[in-house]
């Protein structure tokens, strides 16, 4: 095993290139998802399901800039402007002035290259061969052999692939971002888009090995929790819960956060919360399913205003389904750390897709030009969903009444947060949302404790969620 500290610094000023990266932050219409504290007096707007939280196009956030540089625009052979996989200009500092000490020349950093192709060991060993991933199965032979060859390059710290003259930047954003969002062990991986080079938040060795350490510690609890479980069912809602619960969505959009990858949603993060992204909770959901021997990959697309997200699809009992942990831990202005609700746990694409999950796993460059990662498997089945498995779906109002009442007592009397029902049919959904202040008298002349409730109803899946907020 090489180990790169010393370099680092050096190849970091000589390789750097600006990324076009939106980052992940939050599209909803009221900046945020509030709890609502005061009594309702009609249907509040509270959160919607599909106003969290997003991710760009390959991904990842773009990596940090130290210090203002001069630039120069990327050209390929005829002089025509490379963009990155969001469709900006790329550039990269300008080679104006011959190497200074501490510097590396252009032949030093070649020597460099080709040196640690033959020297280079794996970082982190990945708990599924890639080849057996539905997405990369998805590729043709040409893609396959880019893939394996940025996936051994990340691998092993190497930051040049050889052969890629002549490969598009249409395909080198497919292929690449196709890894980037799949491998969620390359937690070191650093987004930015440039043909036939790879970039990285990190090249420490020891370091990222006492990284992954951190990481191994947290996953090795869950696993355990999870391995409990007899059923794949019950070992996803253990991932689930453990991400919605020990995770907080982080809207920052600095580069080399690691707010994309597994190590802030297990070991990082300014507090006992892991500050991450939506990639970031897709990838760990992935990791753990890759470490539990869970079919599982990440989606990647838009919600309805175009900001972009990512989720996962997993297979249960031989069925695809959907799994979105990030919109089942909402924004909160004042967190609240026992909230967790399951709308987005386990659920087919008619519920989601262009209702609250658009343009899945295409990517739109502002070139104009387009292309998808791959077309995803269908997710038809709803036996495992949460509701119709835990019996919460109710065909007619008196039912579905009292489950809401019986909901928002339990929830009240342990100090909870949400209360949930599914029905049946949208006439009982519009009975029951239109008479949310009595449902909220209801529950504060129960439990004194209760100072209001917030509707965050999902009309698309007929989801009566009811927020119960405290004195």
């Not at 750097?16 to 007096?41: K, P, Q």
């Not at 893939?147 to 690449?176: C, P, Q």
């Not at 892991?274 to 970031?280: K, L, P, S, T, V």
Request: charged share 20%; aromatic share 8%; proline share 2%.
């Amino acid at each position: 095993m090489f180990n790169m500290k010393k370099l680092s610094a050096a190849l970091a000023c000589c390789l750097s290139i600006a990324i076009l990266a939106s980052g992940c932050g939050n599209s909803g219409s009221d900046g945020e998802d509030e709890i609502v504290a005061n009594v309702i007096t009609s249907a509040a707007d509270g959160e919607s399901s599909d106003s969290t939280n997003d991710t760009e196009a390959a991904g990842g956030a773009e990596g940090t800039q130290t210090s203002p540089v001069e630039t120069e625009i990327v050209t390929d052979d005829s002089g025509n402007a490379v963009t990155g996989v969001n469709g900006n200009v790329i550039t990269e500092p300008a080679n104006t002035q011959p190497p200074t000490t501490g510097t590396l020349s252009d032949e030093d950093i070649q020597a460099v290259m080709t040196s640690t192709a033959t020297q280079a060991t794996t970082v982190v060993n990945a708990a599924v061969d890639n080849s057996t991933r539905y997405a990369y199965n998805t590729l043709d032979d040409d893609e396959k052999a880019l893939y394996d060859a940025i996936l051994g390059a990340a691998s092993t710290m190497n930051f040049k692939i050889r052969g890629t003259e002549n490969v598009s930047m249409e395909k080198w954003a497919k292929v690449f971002g196709m890894v980037y969002n799949q491998e969620p062990q390359l937690f070191w991986l650093n987004s930015k888009i440039k043909i036939g080079k790879i970039y990285f938040n990190e090249t420490d060795t020891e370091k990222i090995a006492s990284m992954q350490k951190e990481i191994d510690a947290t996953v090795s609890k869950i696993l355990k929790e999870a391995n409990g479980k007899s059923s794949t069912y019950d070992k996803l809602k253990v991932f689930h819960d453990h991400l919605v619960l020990n995770s907080t969505f982080e809207k920052s959009e600095e580069v080399g956060s690691y707010n994309q990858s597994i190590y802030n949603a297990f070991a990082g993060g300014t507090s006992s919360q892991g500050d991450i992204q939506c990639n970031g909770y897709a990838k760990a959901m992935q990791y753990l399913c890759d470490q539990a021997g869970i079919d599982c990959m990440v989606i990647t697309g838009t919600n309805k205003d175009g900001a972009t997200h990512a989720w996962n699809k997993v297979k249960v009992d031989g069925e695809w389904y959907n799994l979105d942990c990030t919109w089942d831990d909402p924004i909160l202005s004042t967190p609240v750390y026992n909230y967790i609700r399951y709308n987005n746990f386990l659920v087919p694409d008619e519920w989601i897709n262009d209702k609250s999950h658009f343009n899945v796993n295409k990517v739109t460059l502002k070139s104009g030009k387009s292309f998808s990662y791959f077309t995803p498997p269908k997710a038809t089945a709803t036996a495992q969903n949460y509701f119709i498995k835990n019996n919460l779906v109710y065909s007619d109002f008196d039912s579905a009444d009292k489950a809401l009442k019986k909901a928002l007592e339990d929830t009240a009397s342990s100090g909870g947060t949400v209360a949930e029902i599914m029905v049946s049919s949208k006439d009982i959904y519009n009975k029951l949302t239109s008479d949310l202040k009595g449902y909220q008298d209801y529950i504060k002349g129960k439990n004194s404790k209760v100072k209001g409730v917030a509707d965050n109803c999902n009309e698309n899946m007929l989801i009566v969620q009811l927020d119960v907020k405290y004195n």
